[in-house]
């Protein structure tokens, strides 16, 4: 049975091993590119572990497989909202529930620090947006060529989950 725990700067070695897996299988699934984040330090990995972060993981057999984290916006008009990230899951651990807990563990951890949580997703990945939606969110809206992957670009549908 697959542990979730949050992650912290000293394991930023698992993390971005997990991180760049995800970016190298499916890069129009993320913001966040293979050959620039490969290129980080470690003090960047571990930059992005810490403040206003949480990332967490799965850890299955002592190994990662799966990750979901959020963070607040940071702009104090905009601090009520955070955004959903860098959810993923290894594909021999997919359609297993896990990408159900690590949603159900984001939005625990969300809930006691913003009102309503933010993600986005492509449109044409129907298994994400299924899972979205189990969980409370509502499409709001479609950005057009929100990414550009390999000269190919990629819609996303806006997507929100109101706590309050």
């Known amino acids: 049975m697959p542990v979730i725990e949050q992650l912290t700067p000293a394991q930023w070695r698992e993390w971005k091993a997990l991180r760049l897996d995800a970016l190298q299988r499916h890069p129009a699934a993320f913001g966040g590119d293979w050959e620039t984040e490969s290129r980080q330090t470690p003090e960047e990995w571990q930059a992005g572990m810490t403040g206003r972060s949480h990332i967490f993981a799965a850890r299955l057999d002592g190994v990662l497989v799966g ?98």
């Open 67 to 164: 990750s979901a984290c959020f963070a607040p916006f940071a702009a104090v008009k905009e601090s009520h909202r955070g955004i959903l990230f860098g959810v993923y899951v290894q594909p021999g651990h997919r359609a297993s529930g896990l990408a159900d807990r690590l949603i159900e563990t984001v939005i625990a951890a969300a809930r006691p620090h913003v009102v309503q949580l933010h993600c986005a997703v492509a449109v044409d990945n129907p298994p994400a947006l299924r899972l979205y939606q189990r969980h409370g969110f509502e499409i709001y809206g479609t950005e057009p060529r929100s990414l550009l992957v390999d000269g190919v670009y990629h819609d996303e549908y806006l997507m929100v989950c109101r706590f309050r």
